[in-house]
């Protein structure tokens, strides 16, 4: 065990062997190691835990002294009798259509405009990419109320559509891509120029298959970000059967307020999609949070 | 390629250059059109209106009316604004050092070179994709001041009259911020782990040969080395705690009384609530003075200790 080497999955096989000196013996540092980890994942891991939890108990069970972490019996029925109790299938599905749709107009519109901004050059492209940028450093707290009386204006308030046209043509996109596109090399296009390709044939066969990963990554922030909204839906959306997840848990909470184990019950559904999307996807999450530095 | 001509001699040559000119301007327009229309209109559009409301009386029942600086006076004597302010910086104040030194923690403690790391790391990112109603829902419990767990822990530690945290004026924001930094600290770790990764070995072995502890190795090496990092963390994180408004409207919603109120939240009852755009953008121009010279200053000091 002592001259097996430790294979990280990232690194490749470099001139690491000399490392600290062990000043113990290997496998008992390593299982110190692992302790604190797990010590230091359960704790962040906690709350979730007792989310998971508690929605597998009565209603009377959620607050016991002292606190039951794993309940008696499991009530699995929990999770069938919530579809009966609130319209949860029209919520989820409301999400699901917002997210997709947002997430497809943002990472097509996003990456089209991005090759514009990269890879052609025309007066006053600068300028107007200022302009995205600065919008960037602009909260969107502070221009929420324009926006508002805006739709109000056009009379889409309660219509998905309001949401859609906020947040499809984000700057974030546009950036995102723009910085991965800058890493592509120009010569790339100057070849396949000569080679008699149009640009939008360039964009198609050259630029999308070689940014795939930051394509991916943008999809899953755009989507996680659409999923987990709040601000959005809540101001725009009035009636109950164009409520996303986000909007009918909180009012499920507001109504219902001593169904512990049932308001658990939801929140679990409510997150359940993200963190299977984000289980999959997670390298291109983390790379995209990594590479911008900024959220949407 | 038209580059290639230094001097294009006039007239003939002239055409097909400026005709490829024409050209490359309307294919670069029709790349960026399909995004630009909806930035424009539903972005840009907004925020420049912002700054230009917030010098207008306009409420939903009278025509938009030119003001000057009424609304900034308006908002010197309303004590509502004060109270928000106060809570804004109440919250900053907790959320960005707390936060900043969690997420330090956890990437050093997860800055390993052990098999299924990776595992952890993808567990303390968890919260952050969490979604707020779910994190303010398990978190109020939690939170519970009779039978909690928060309050069941400190009983059991021997803590008299534990505080009634979301259900009182003085625990709220601590509770608050204490969920915020839970959820967020994720986030930040993952930018100090890349921090962390660009730290060369070679630093730590010299150190260790010269006898440092692992006390000094950290104040010594990774500090200063995750400077520009905790820089760039720094920024992010104080523009996010002064526009703070979700986490807030479905925790505690301002309350109780107005002890959670934080400017964000006066725009939004302002603004969208009660109709009044023009005040409401005043006070957005004031929250975006607000992160705008923070950052500028950030900068400053920044460039001042690089030099």
Redesign the interface.
Known sequence: MTTLR????A?GPGP?Q?G??PRGPRIFR?TL??V???A??LL??L??G??VT?SLKRNNE??????EWIPREFRWSNYVEIWEQIPMATYLGNSLYLSVVITFLQV???S??A???SK????C?DG?FL??IA?I??????????????MQRADLINTHLSII??Q????F??FLMRQYYMSIPDELCQAARIDGLS?YGI?RRIILPLSKPALASLALLTF?ST??D??GP??YLTSNELWTV?LG??SF?GQYQAD?AM??TG??L??LP??VI??FG?RY??QG??TS???G | MAHVMTHPAPGGSQTPRRRR?WR??L??????L??????A???????L??FA?AFMEWDSANDPEWVGLENFARLWNDENFHVALRNTIYYSAGHIPLTLAAALG?AM??N????G??F?R??????Y??????VA???N??F?P????VN?FLEAIGVQDPPRWVASTDWAMPAVIATSV?RD???YM??YL?GLQTIP?EY??AA?VDGANAWQRFWRITIPSLRPTTF?VLV?LT?QS??V??LI??MTDGGPGRSTLV??QL??RE??REGE?GY??AI??V??LL??TV?VVQFRINERRSS
Request: proline letters at 7%.
């Open positions: 430790e294979a990280p999955p690194a690491s000399a600290p000196p390593r190691a692992y604190s980890l797990v230091v994942t962040v891991l709350p979730l007792w989310m508690s959620v607050f016991t002294i002292p606190i097509l519109t996003g089209f405009a090759y514009g901004f052609v050059s025309f007066p492209r107007l302009a995205y919008t450093a602009v909260p969107w707290q502070a221009y929420m109320v324009p926006q508002y009386i805006m046209l906020l499809a043509f984000g700057a996109g546009v640009e964009y996680v999923w987990n709040y601000m809540f101001i986000q848990l909180r909470v512990y308001i658990m929140a679990v409510s997150v993200v963190m984000f289980l997670q999450f983390i949070i990594a530095g900024l959220k | 000119a490359d301007t294919i670069g327009w029709s790349f960026i399909p995004n630009f229309l909806g930035f209109l539903f972005t840009l559009v907004p925020v209106a912002a409301l956890l403690a997860l390993r070179r052990l098999r790391v990776e952890f993808t567990a303390a990112f968890f919260p994709v969490t979604s707020l109603v779910a829902v398990v978190w419990m939690l519970n009779t039978a909690g767990p069941l839970w600290m994720g986030y993952v930018l890349a070995k730590y072995e260790m760039f992010m523009i002064f526009k408004l979700d409207v479905v400017l964000a725009i939004f603004g969208i755009f409401s953008s957005a121009l929250l975006f992160v705008f950052t």
